[in-house]
């Protein structure tokens, strides 16, 4: 099994069970495993969100380019995902092109 990552990236099931597995070993309490996996769900949204702001842009973060809009820093949010609520941190653009400048455009539930 591989789970397709954009156009050209991929990650196998084998490489992503190594990782739990890793993980897991500090994994004591229901606890533990619910805040692993609001981390998990963390990262994994914020990359996949950084990667959308790449597409719209054009071009990777710290890569130099003539774009007439860049990255702006990170606005937080709370979201809400069947994990529980947390923070994260949606990446913006100069613009406010990607995500729409209104305070209403926000990302409240996964």
Same mark, same amino acid.
């Given at each position: &099994?591989? +789970?397709?990552?954009? =156009? @050209?990236?991929?990650?196998?099931?084998?490489? +992503?069970?190594?990782?739990?597995?890793?993980?897991?070993?500090?994994?004591?309490?229901? &606890? !533990? +495993? /619910?805040?692993?996996?609001?981390? #998990?769900?963390?990262?994994?949204? =914020?990359?996949?969100?950084?990667? =959308?702001?790449? !597409? &719209? +842009? *054009? $071009? @990777?973060?710290n890569e130099?380019? %003539?774009? @007439?809009?860049?990255?702006? *820093? $990170?606005? /937080?949010?709370?979201?809400?995902t069947e !994990? *529980?609520?947390? =923070?994260? @941190?949606?990446?913006? !653009?100069?613009? %406010?092109?990607?995500? *729409?400048?209104?305070?209403?455009?926000?990302?409240?539930? #996964?």
């Amino acid at each position: &099994h591989t +789970l397709r990552i954009g =156009e @050209d990236k991929q990650m196998k099931k084998e490489d +992503l069970l190594a990782i739990a597995k890793e993980a897991a070993k500090n994994i004591k309490t229901e &606890h !533990d +495993l /619910s805040q692993l996996t609001k981390m #998990l769900s963390k990262i994994t949204i =914020e990359a996949a969100l950084n990667a =959308e702001l790449d !597409d &719209h +842009l *054009g $071009y @990777d973060k710290n890569e130099v380019t %003539g774009s @007439d809009n860049s990255r702006n *820093g $990170y606005t /937080s949010k709370t979201i809400q995902t069947e !994990d *529980g609520q947390f =923070e994260i @941190d949606t990446p913006r !653009d100069r613009n %406010g092109n990607i995500w *729409g400048q209104s305070k209403n455009s926000k990302i409240k539930s #996964l």
